[in-house]
């Protein structure tokens, strides 16, 4: 069973940055995709970004390519966001997520195709 521990979360003004930690159980941690999805007020809840079991692969919503890098290290079963030039709009709650099935395809920007969660981290961008 994984379980999944964000940290992180604060307040930064926009064009800060900060970088998200999540520590997983490690029992199937260099198997599984790893990923963010984050969930403002109101709003539902959307993909951020996710990585391959390797750390090869790496996909992004587009609203954060270019300011986003998910990066993980399997020998210490962490996944990482570093999120640059903050903008108010990316004010949520960002959840780490764990997939069993290690292959991107057209569901991996839902919901549904993450087995694990963790309880999520409140990230907010002043303007």
Same mark, same amino acid.
């Given at each position: 069973?994984?379980?999944?521990?964000?940290?992180?979360?604060?307040?930064?003004?926009?064009?800060?940055?900060?970088?998200?930690?999540?520590?997983?159980?490690?029992?199937?941690?260099?198997?599984?995709?790893?990923?963010?999805?984050?969930?403002?007020?109101?709003?539902?809840?959307?993909? @951020? $970004?996710?990585?391959?079991? =390797?750390?090869?692969?790496?996909? /992004?919503?587009? &609203?954060?390519?270019?300011?986003?890098?998910?990066?993980?290290?399997?020998?210490?079963?962490?996944?990482?966001?570093?999120?640059?030039?903050?903008?108010?709009?990316?004010?949520?709650?960002?959840?780490? @997520? $764990?997939?069993?099935?290690? =292959?991107?395809?057209?569901?991996? /920007?839902?919901? &549904?195709?993450?087995?694990?969660?963790?309880?999520?981290?409140?990230?907010?961008?002043?303007?």
């Amino acid at each position: 069973q994984v379980q999944l521990v964000e940290s992180g979360g604060g307040l930064v003004q926009a064009g800060g940055s900060l970088r998200l930690s999540c520590a997983a159980s490690g029992r199937t941690f260099t198997r599984d995709a790893m990923g963010w999805f984050r969930q403002a007020p109101g709003k539902e809840r959307e993909f @951020v $970004a996710r990585i391959s079991s =390797s750390g090869i692969f790496k996909y /992004y919503q587009d &609203s954060v390519k270019g300011r986003f890098t998910i990066s993980r290290d399997n020998a210490k079963s962490t996944v990482f966001l570093q999120m640059n030039t903050l903008k108010p709009e990316d004010t949520a709650v960002y959840y780490c @997520v $764990a997939a069993r099935t290690d =292959s991107w395809d057209s569901n991996s /920007y839902r919901v &549904s195709a993450y087995d694990y969660w963790g309880q999520g981290t409140q990230v907010t961008v002043s303007s």
